[in-house]
């Protein structure tokens, strides 16, 4: 980003909301499809998941409740609406497909929380909100994929629903560097903090103290 569009933008929205007292960790759509290079859905995200893998380790040490998302569609996708019917990689996540399967590598423990969804945001219609809430979560930290598709969404509902929200940049990915930059950019300005998965690492580390 440009000097000028950084110092404008900081002008405007320049604000950070630091991290919460009691967080939760939400891992968006690791999806198998997105790292199958046969697949339309590739992106070329081992390096997100990686990151991602690293701060559930943290998370989990720190005993910090760790949430996972996927999409799992009707045969006939009918219930994934308007949403099917525009965003043609949707048919990937019809139940029984393997490119929907959880990416190589991450397998949900019996202390996790997986939550299906049909939609972008993981709070659109599914109990995301009130489970964290009945927890006792105030903020919650994102990681997944894609930046400018579910975990963008996601973000802004986060944030909508009253929780502190922050984005592990290393732990985000998407298809193309533009998008994911531009998302982190916007994401960072109007509706959450983007953070280092190093930071993120630290102050998880400092929950355990």
Known sequence: MSDELN??????????????????????????????????????VDDALAS????????KAAGVPVILTNVVLHPNGMDGGRFFEKSKPMRYFIRGNP?????????????????????????FGTSLAATLTSLGVDSVLLTGLTTSGCVRATCVDAMQHGFRTLVVEEACGDRHPD????????????????VSEADTIAYLAALRA
């Open 52 to 59: 991602a893998l690293r701060v559930r380790e943290a998370a």
């Open 99 to 123: 490119m929907g399967d959880w990416a190589k590598g991450l397998v949900p423990d019996d202390d996790e929380l997986v939550v299906s969804k049909q939609y972008a945001s993981a709070f």
């Open 179 to 194: 998008p994911h930059r531009a998302n982190l950019f916007d994401m960072n300005a109007k509706y959450a903090d983007v």
């Open 7 to 44: 110092d404008n933008y900081q002008r405007a929205y320049g604000r950070s909301v630091g991290f919460g007292q009691r967080p939760a960790l939400i891992l968006i759509d690791f999806a198998q499809g997105y790292f199958d290079p046969a697949c339309d859905l590739y992106a070329g």
